[in-house]
């Protein structure tokens, strides 16, 4: 059963643009929420996380948005760079279930120049 | 920011051969260590948790003789992969978290790329 949901699959979006990608959780225990960048052939690296005592975070282009109620959280990346390309995943854990992550899909980024 | 190492970072076996990959954090303790394999163009799965000092908790399909987790001290996991097969051929990644941070944060290694001849 897949308790993380992400969309899309993959998106395309222009220099300049925002690229916004949703995920979806079912498990009303997770209280950590995590977006990660990956590069082909490299570990993932945090970008930015949320816990659900707030519905906004930003952190310079990269914003997640987080709506408890909708059991949704998204991530927002304003003014798309070609550098920004990579996938993306969106992750949920539990402290007290010693943090163990379960990842969404994945979604793969190009923004074009 | 905590960094995670992997070594090595590709490694070509045989079938039927076993081979270690090591995990290391540089610049802090991880009590807790989890290692993942992910599939070309797929997300990553959880196959243990790593605990210093005691017996890895893996997840539910995964062998646990087959993928031998070590973590012996507070700086180092090592998997290894016995009588690997064709099948284990992925690309494996680990992760530490930081006691010394909100316990949260999850720091991931470079990954190690496995073929199995």
């Known amino acids: 059963q897949q308790q993380v949901k992400q969309s899309p699959q993959s998106l395309i979006v222009q220099k300049g643009g925002i690229s916004i990608i949703n995920c979806a959780y079912e498990?009303?225990?997770?209280?950590?929420f995590p977006w990660y960048q990956q590069f082909p052939g490299k570990g993932p690296a945090l970008l930015i996380a949320?816990?659900?005592?707030?519905s906004e975070k930003k952190e310079g282009r990269f914003t997640i948005s987080f709506n408890k109620s909708a059991k949704q959280f998204s991530l927002h990346i304003m003014d798309s760079q070609p550098g920004d390309s990579a996938t993306y995943f969106c992750a949920a854990s539990t402290l007290a279930a010693g943090n163990k992550l379960t990842f969404g899909g994945g979604t793969r980024v190009l923004v074009k120049p | 920011g905590a960094v995670v190492s992997q070594h090595p970072s590709w490694v070509i076996c045989k079938s039927g051969t076993s081979v270690k990959i090591e995990c290391r954090s540089l610049d802090f303790q991880a009590t807790t260590m989890f290692w993942y394999r992910q599939f070309p163009k797929q997300s990553l799965m959880l196959m243990a948790t790593?605990?210093?000092?005691?017996?890895?908790?893996?997840e539910q399909g995964v062998e646990k003789d087959k993928f031998l987790i070590n973590h012996a001290s507070l700086t180092l996991s090592t998997l290894t992969v016995t009588s690997a097969h064709p099948e284990d051929s992925s690309f494996y990644i680990c992760?530490?978290?930081?006691?010394?941070?909100?316990?949260?944060?999850?720091?991931f290694g470079p990954g190690t790329r496995l073929t199995v001849t």
């Open positions: 498990n009303t225990a997770f209280d950590y």
């Open positions: 790593s605990n210093e000092g005691s017996k890895a908790t893996y």
């Open positions: 992760s530490a978290r930081d006691p010394a941070t909100s316990g949260y944060e999850q720091y």
């Open positions: 949320i816990r659900p005592d707030v």
